[in-house]
């Protein structure tokens, strides 16, 4: 059974750096893509980086670009999100969720094609 948590959130300052993690607890994940979301209080949840499984390839939001890099450790299933220069808009809570759809080359950033989703984990950026 496929149980992605999250784990790494919390309460910085602007500017700060963190790494977030998210991993398959259940072990039986082979994901095509994995995704990081987020959503912001009274704000629809938005893509902020993925990654595809086995060729690696990755995209970001253009507010996030050369702030966030995601990365993944194929041997221990988990998918990273380097965050740094953190701002207050970056507050939210962030989700991870993984495809096992095989999309050829293309690395799905939206929602509705994710079939597992963490929990969140909340970050919250103080000015």
């Known amino acids: 059974q496929v149980k992605l948590v999250e784990s790494g959130g919390g309460l910085v300052q602007a500017g700060d750096s963190l790494r977030i993690s998210c991993t398959d607890s259940?072990?039986?994940?082979?994901?095509?893509?994995m995704d990081w979301f987020r959503q912001a209080p009274g704000k629809d949840r938005e893509f902020v980086a993925g990654?595809?499984?086995?060729?690696?390839?990755?995209d970001y939001h253009n507010s996030v670009q050369g702030r966030f890099t995601i990365s993944k450790d194929n041997a221990e299933g988990t998918v990273y999100l380097q965050m740094s220069n953190l701002k207050p808009e970056d507050t939210a809570l962030y989700y991870c969720?993984?495809?096992?759809?095989?999309?050829?080359?293309?690395?799905?950033?939206?929602?509705?094609?994710?079939?597992?989703w963490g929990q969140g984990t909340q970050i919250t950026v103080s000015s």
């Open positions: 969720a993984a495809t096992t759809k095989s999309w050829g080359r293309l690395l799905p950033v939206l929602d509705k094609v994710f079939e597992y």
């Open positions: 990654i595809t499984w086995y060729e690696g390839r990755v």
């Open positions: 259940g072990r039986t994940l082979m994901p095509y893509a």
